[in-house]
Every structure is written in structure tokens, then in C-alpha cells.
């Protein structure tokens, strides 16, 4: 065993878990810390503030199999992550956050920038924990590395007063495989289980999948795919599970709910089984806007508490709790042993029908770019490289309509918490996951401008990340709201002056940073946009009146749905 202060052994730990790069931002209480990863081989990346640095370490989980560390100080600095972490709470992101904290005799005294943060995160966050005298620091991080990625994954905040960082402890060196290992989910479907779905299943005629954040892993996807090879059912999918099945799949209709494809929200009035799998079935989903009442419901999620609640909510005729590619695996190979097919030929051409008859359209007569007419030139050149992460609003419902993702993990969202400001750190955390991805942040003037200090990050460290702006001078999806709901006053949305974000970009050292404010630059400019090296900001004035459509009225249900003006029935 070797002697360490206990910021060399959170350092050591993080090495010894395979941790490349932390995200964070230095202070007075956490400069032990600092220390010890300059002696590290991990990567310190040093964000423009710590609500950032926690979201570029949640970006990293989110777009890979690992997860992401963010190491901030005491006081306003872990108090600043608290948004971040309710975000990866809510979207079950894998997350590690380490705090500095006063010296563990300071704690309740009012002391210099101290804050409860047990009490303030315990609502939060998967798991809070304050270390104290007698802890196993290297078993707590270890543990908690492995324990933020098992069952239904989230943050974990570990506060870590000053003393407790200085104070020397013996290593173990403890091997990271027995804290993984204690994890491990080897529940099963059996025999039985598989026949009474697939009793269940043989009688559909109509079934549909509704695939959700559950199944987007490489092994999620892999698991879902393979059983669509083998019975070919059409599918739709949460935001959160976008790129899950490759979005050119024919039988793939993409996003339902309240902002969902024209196609996903009429298909789903019209099948006889629901197949829900790894979903929180989102109110913006299954409450507000409803789904196929009378049908049949089988769910597969790996959260009891959610089982509980959508057995009493939807009275699912089947269930299972555990990992869904697990059980999307057992299914399958239970159908292949008995030679279990199903013939829905009918259904399938039904669902083509529709997504070749109801196509994405947008006002092509105005004067003014739409949003939408970005997202869909953008739409052409998206491929399996690609990873798109993007603000909240009016164009992150665009870009998850029309982008066509091919990979799981390929979009980064907020989706649960519904966070502006989300895109820009995000983006870098994602980079560093996928370093030979091309990584495309879309993000509106609103959005950005809440980080806006991460063009700084991503300039300064001449980051190959592409940030594709849209300026609407506005709030547009509460703006569209205003004017549905509180005729047309338009109070706090709208931001007269016309701030010209790529001159902002260029100051900060952009090697590509251009404004496009008319249509006829629209198709040159991107493509410079999307060709050009290094840190690239393509900033596009777009229309302050566009409307998002489709959309389902608060309350309504899928029958209400709103094609808009433009969206129209073509000739299948």
C-alpha cells in the first residue's frame, strides 16, 4: 500500500477507472485537488463556468459508454452545477460531480462560501454524499463511478471538505472490476415470460414500437435492431432515443408527441399493440396530447418506481423490469428458437404510406429564412459521424424532426428538464468522447446566450466543434405560445436589437465565422460552414414569425393534431 493525501487518491481513483479528461473549474477549496491532476495524465478542460463544466462532463457520458467528471469548488461554484445535474437526472445521464467544501470542523458555521449540498441536491441527484473521517475515499469514488451507470443511471455528487483532501491515507489500490461487478443486472426473461408475450403479441395485427432513452447504448440499439431485422415492425421514438434505429429506415416514423412527425402522430391512432420500451412515457408524449387508448400495452423499463407507476396509469397486460437490451435479446432469441414469425405486411405498407404521404414542410413563399429550411438543408449532410447537440426551443424540436440520426448516441438533447443553454457545453464534452466525430451544436440566440462564455472555451482551445446558429431575435416556442395563449402579447420574448453573433464568434478567435441573413447564401454558406477546420460559428438570421408545426395542443389528443399550412398530403 502507498501513503497519499486524499486528493491524490480521488486522482488516483479516476486514473484507475480509465477517467481521460475532467471538466471543472478551480477555488480555493478544491486546489488539492488541482494539484494532484497536474501530476495526471488526465486531461483538465476548463470551462467558462462550472454550470458548463458539468454539462460538457454530462455531453461526455452522454455520447459514450463512459462516464464524465466534473470537479468544481465549494460554495456558488457547486450551487452553479446544481442545473446540470437536475438535467442529467432527469434524462438518466451517468454523471460524477466532486466538490471542494470547508473543512469538515467549518461545516454549520457560516463559514466562507459553504453551502448544505446534501441538502440542497438530495432531490436532485441519484446519490449526495459528504465525506467524512473514516471513509474510504477510493471505494467511494470507485463505487460510485460504477453505480452512476447501473440500473436507471444519474448524477452523483460527492462533497469533499478541504481537510479530508490534505489528510494522507493509505491506497489499496483497490481492482475497479469488484465494484463493477456488484453492479451487474443478469436478470433474464424466462420461458414463460417469452410466451405469454408472445401470446399476446401474435394476435396484433398493428403493433408499434415505442423506443425511448432505455435503448440508447451501442448494446440497446444493437438489441432493438436485430429484433426489427427479424419481425419488421414499425417504430417510433421518444427524443430521447433519436438515432436508436436509423432514422432512413423506412419503417422508422421518428418523434411523436406534441412536436412529433405528421406521420408517428397518425400512426399511432391506428395500432392495436404498444410495445413501450425503456420510456418514462414523457407528459409531452402520453398525458398531454395521450396515445391509443384501448390498446393493448406491454413495458419493458429497468425503473421499478416508473413499473409501478404506468401499472397503475396504463395497466400494461405485460411486463418486465431490467435492462432492455437484455430483455429485446431474450425475445428474440425465443422467437428464433420456436420459429415464431408474424405476418403484418398490410401494416407495414401502411406505415410507409404515411411517411412518404406526410412529408415535413415549411413556408417556402417567405421572404425570411425559416428555421426549418435550415434544419432540412442540414438534413443532407448528416451522417453516421456525425453528432449533433442543441439548445432548447423551437429548433431543437426542428432538428430532432428533420435530422436524419443513424447512431445511437448521436443526439444530445435536454429532454426531460428542457434546459436552454444546453447545447454549446454540451458539445465540448461530446468532442472529447468522439474526438474524429464531427460535432455540430445547434443552438438559438436565446439558448446561447446563457453560455455564451463556451465560445471562449471552444476558441481558446481551438476546438474542431461547428455551432450553427439560428437568430430569430427571440424566444420563438414561448413566443408561439404567447401568441396561441395570451393573444398575442409577446411579453419578455422579443430582443429589438440585432446583436451580430459572428462578429462575437471572430472576436473570440473562430477560424470560420460568418452571418447569412438571405436565402440565396444559404446553400453556399453552410457547405463552407460544415467544410472549414477548426472552431467554425455559422450564425443564420432566420424569421421571428415562424410557427413549429406540427403540433398537438395542450390537452388535446393525437386526433388534434395541427399540420399547419404547409404540411400537406402528397400523392403516396
Known sequence: ???????????????????????????????PVFHALEKSDIEIVINSNEQSAAFSAAGYSRSSGEVGVAIVTSGPAITNTLTSVADAYGDSIPLL???GQVPAHKIGTDSFQHINVEGIFGEAAKK???????????????????????????PVVIDIPLDKQQKMHEY???????????????????????????QMFLRSKKPLLYLGGGLNSEAGSQAIREFNEYFGIPSVNTLMAKGVIDANDDLNLGMLG?????????????????????????????????????????????????????????????????????AIMDLLNYAKKHNITLNIHEWQERARSLKRSWPLDYNRGSEYIQSAEVMSLLSNYIDSNTKITTGVGNHQMLAAQYLPMQKAKSFMTSGSFGTMGFSMPTSIGVHYANPEARVIA????????????????????????????????????????????YDGKRTGTQRPKDVQFADIA??????????????SELKDGMEAFLNSEGPCFL???????????????????????ILGPYIKEVED
Open 539 to 561: 450564425e443564420i438570421c432566420t424569421d421571428r414569425e415562424e410557427v413549429l408545426y406540427p403540433k398537438v395542443p395542450a390537452g388535446g389528443a393525437y386526433k388534434d393534431m
Open 258 to 326: 406534441m412536436f412529433g412527425t405528421p406521420y408517428a402522430n397518425m400512426l399511432i391512432q391506428e395500432n392495436d399493440f404498444f410495445f413501450a420500451i425503456g420510456v418514462r412515457w414523457d407528459d409531452r408524449v402520453a398525458e398531454k396530447v395521450g396515445f391509443a387508448i384501448g390498446t393493448d400495452v406491454a413495458y419493458i423499463d429497468i425503473n421499478p418506481e416508473k413499473m409501478h407507476q404506468i401499472k397503475i396509469e396504463r395497466g400494461p397486460k405485460f411486463s418486465f423490469i431490467g435492462d432492455a437490451a437484455t
Open 442 to 485: 445547434i443552438d438559438g440566440d436565446g439558448s446561447l446566450r446563457m453560455n455564451l462564455g463556451e465560445l471562449h472555451t471552444i476558441a481558446s482551445l481551438d476546438l474542431p466543434i461547428k455551432i450553427l446558429m439560428l437568430n430569430n431575435r427571440s424566444d420563438g416556442m414561448v413566443q408561439n405560445l404567447q401568441d396561441a395563449a
Open 97 to 99: 460531480v466532486f466538490a
Open 506 to 519: 471572430e472576436s473570440f478567435g473562430f477560424n470560420f465565422a460568418e452571418r447569412i441573413t438571405d436565402r
Open 172 to 198: 489499496q489500490n483497490m481492482n475497479v472490476m469488484r465494484f463493477e461487478e456488484s453492479y451487474h443486472d443478469d436478470r433474464h426473461l424466462c420461458e414463460e415470460q417469452c410466451e405469454e408475450f408472445y
Open 1 to 31: 500500500m502507498e501513503e497519499m493525501n486524499g486528493a491524490e487518491i480521488l486522482v488516483k481513483s479516476l486514473e484507475d477507472l480509465g477517467v481521460k479528461q475532467i471538466f471543472g473549474y478551480t477555488g480555493a477549496a478544491i486546489l
Open 128 to 154: 449526495v454524499m459528504l465525506v467524512s473521517d473514516g471513509d474510504d475515499l477510493e471505494a467511494i469514488v470507485k463505487d460510485a463511478y460504477y453505480f452512476a451507470m447501473s440500473g436507471k443511471p444519474g
